[in-house]
């Protein structure tokens, strides 16, 4: 197998960011040599202060050549996309306020939604929260969460859910096993909770299990340490959580995606030789590399594919571990829809406005 087609393997786990409103030839060049299956878009990739007419044009000709260069006629096309501050497209697209706010709507909300990121070509939002806004000074989640308790975060989170599968795109539930607890930001440093297992089971398991019995598909790990259930790796890398907590008790039988490897929480740990095998190993079926936190340079992204090649290479990453992956993320993507880039006319943004205004009350 020559050194592209290896490389090329890890693009079947690998969701890559883009550098800005075109490719450069750094995005051309990785989309080309390791066919990511998906993408993820952030603000920068969007021409805000134009025209709607105008900055929807750009990005269409943006995904065109996304699949273009990574010779994939099937992609996720993701966005993170929830309401509040998290929100990275340009007006006109519905301003809608945190999920705290309009948890009672969250189906009306999810298909609304659902509409405006089709109209984007995007066919996978990483939503729900399925966190729990349970600690006041948590400057990562908060509000992000749709409710204070298991109960009313787990069914806010299963309406949003389901009005997004209603209409056509693929949700994943964040952040496992929990974020809602911790008073720091896995962008900047690594939070640790001091959690048991039961203290999971009676709280932040809740709306995870709620949403696997709606059969999510996909479930985002959360870069934080639980020193009481595995003291050596963050939830990303460990079995402990990853296998036994959600595959084996849980039941969950989807893709397991990593929160973006290049937030600060765990980058370092991913420059090191072996942690992408033990990712894997955990349980790791589809990784984030945004490319829009430290840095929009390629070298921790072929770094870390050129360490999936070589794990195998030495059979320190075993194929069948690989293969099963694999196996689960074709599955969903044979599922996933396919959309084009157009614009909505504007009685539909109209009424999405009024749905936002009337959510904030």
Same mark, same amino acid.
């Given at each position: 197998?020559?050194?592209?087609?290896?490389?090329?393997? *890890?693009?079947?786990?690998?969701?890559?960011? +883009?550098?800005?409103?075109?490719?450069?030839?750094?995005?051309?060049?990785?989309?080309?040599?390791?066919k990511?299956?998906?993408?993820?878009?952030?603000?920068?990739?969007?021409?805000?202060?134009?025209?709607?007419?105008?900055?929807?044009?750009?990005?269409?000709?943006?995904?065109? !050549?996304i699949? !273009?260069?990574?010779?994939?006629?099937l992609?996720?096309?993701?966005? $993170?996309?929830?309401?509040?501050?998290v +929100?990275?497209?340009?007006?006109? =697209?519905t301003?809608?306020?945190y999920?705290?706010?309009?948890?009672?709507?969250? &189906?009306?909300?999810?298909?609304?939604?659902?509409?405006?990121?089709?109209?984007?070509g995007?066919? @996978?939002?990483?939503? #729900?929260?399925?966190? +729990?806004?349970?600690?006041?000074?948590?400057?990562?989640?908060? #509000? &992000?969460?749709?409710g204070?308790?298991?109960?009313? %975060?787990a069914?806010?989170? &299963?309406?949003?859910?389901?009005?997004? !599968?209603?209409?056509?795109?693929?949700?994943?539930?964040?952040? *496992?096993?929990?974020?809602? $607890?911790?008073?720091?930001?896995?962008?900047?440093?690594?939070?640790?909770?001091?959690?048991?297992?039961?203290?999971?089971?009676?709280?932040?398991? +809740?709306?995870? !299990?709620?949403? =696997?019995k709606?059969?999510?598909? @996909?479930?985002?790990?959360?870069?934080?340490?639980?020193?009481?259930?595995?003291?050596?790796?963050?939830?990303?890398?460990?079995? /402990?959580?990853?296998?036994?907590?959600?595959?084996?008790?849980l039941?969950?039988?989807?893709?397991?995606?990593?929160?973006?490897l290049?937030?600060? /929480?765990?980058?370092?740990?991913?420059?090191?030789?072996?942690?992408?095998?033990?990712? *894997?190993d %955990?349980?790791?079926?589809?990784?984030?590399?945004?490319?829009?936190?430290?840095?929009?340079?390629l070298?921790?992204?072929?770094k870390?594919?050129?360490?999936?090649?070589?794990?195998?290479?030495?059979?320190?990453?075993?194929?069948?571990?690989?293969?099963?992956?694999?196996?689960?993320?074709?599955k969903?993507?044979?599922?996933?829809?396919?959309?084009?880039?157009?614009?909505?006319?504007?009685?539909?943004?109209?009424?999405?406005?009024?749905?936002?205004?009337?959510?904030? *009350?």
């Amino acid at each position: 197998m020559s050194v592209s087609q290896e490389l090329e393997r *890890f693009g079947h786990h690998l969701i890559l960011g +883009i550098s800005g409103t075109t490719l450069s030839d750094d995005d051309k060049r990785a989309l080309n040599e390791l066919k990511p299956v998906g993408v993820i878009f952030f603000g920068k990739n969007f021409l805000d202060g134009t025209p709607y007419e105008f900055w929807v044009e750009s990005f269409k000709q943006l995904n065109d !050549q996304i699949r !273009q260069y990574a010779e994939r006629q099937l992609m996720f096309v993701t966005l $993170d996309h929830e309401g509040g501050r998290v +929100i990275r497209t340009p007006l006109p =697209i519905t301003r809608f306020p945190y999920a705290f706010l309009w948890r009672s709507h969250s &189906r009306e909300v999810a298909k609304a939604t659902a509409v405006e990121l089709k109209s984007l070509g995007i066919n @996978l939002s990483w939503a #729900p929260v399925a966190d +729990i806004f349970s600690h006041p000074d948590n400057p990562v989640i908060g #509000p &992000r969460a749709f409710g204070s308790t298991p109960e009313s %975060a787990a069914q806010g989170a &299963r309406d949003y859910y389901l009005g997004l !599968q209603e209409s056509g795109i693929v949700g994943c539930a964040k952040h *496992f096993p929990g974020h809602g $607890d911790t008073s720091k930001d896995s962008h900047i440093e690594l939070p640790i909770l001091n959690l048991t297992l039961e203290d999971l089971r009676i709280r932040e398991l +809740i709306p995870f !299990q709620t949403l =696997i019995k709606a059969q999510i598909p @996909l479930i985002m790990t959360a870069h934080i340490l639980f020193p009481k259930i595995d003291p050596h790796v963050p939830a990303t890398l460990s079995k /402990a959580i990853l296998k036994k907590i959600l595959r084996e008790e849980l039941g969950f039988e989807g893709v397991v995606v990593s929160d973006d490897l290049d937030m600060k /929480a765990v980058s370092d740990m991913f420059t090191n030789s072996g942690t992408i095998a033990q990712a *894997f190993d %955990a349980g790791c079926d589809l990784f984030i590399v945004s490319r829009n936190i430290n840095s929009s340079s390629l070298e921790r992204t072929y770094k870390i594919a050129k360490d999936f090649v070589d794990s195998l290479n030495k059979g320190s990453l075993d194929e069948s571990v690989v293969d099963a992956a694999k196996d689960k993320i074709e599955k969903l993507l044979a599922v996933t829809p396919q959309y084009s880039v157009q614009t909505l006319d504007k009685n539909t943004l109209e009424e999405h406005a009024k749905l936002a205004i009337a959510c904030s *009350f």
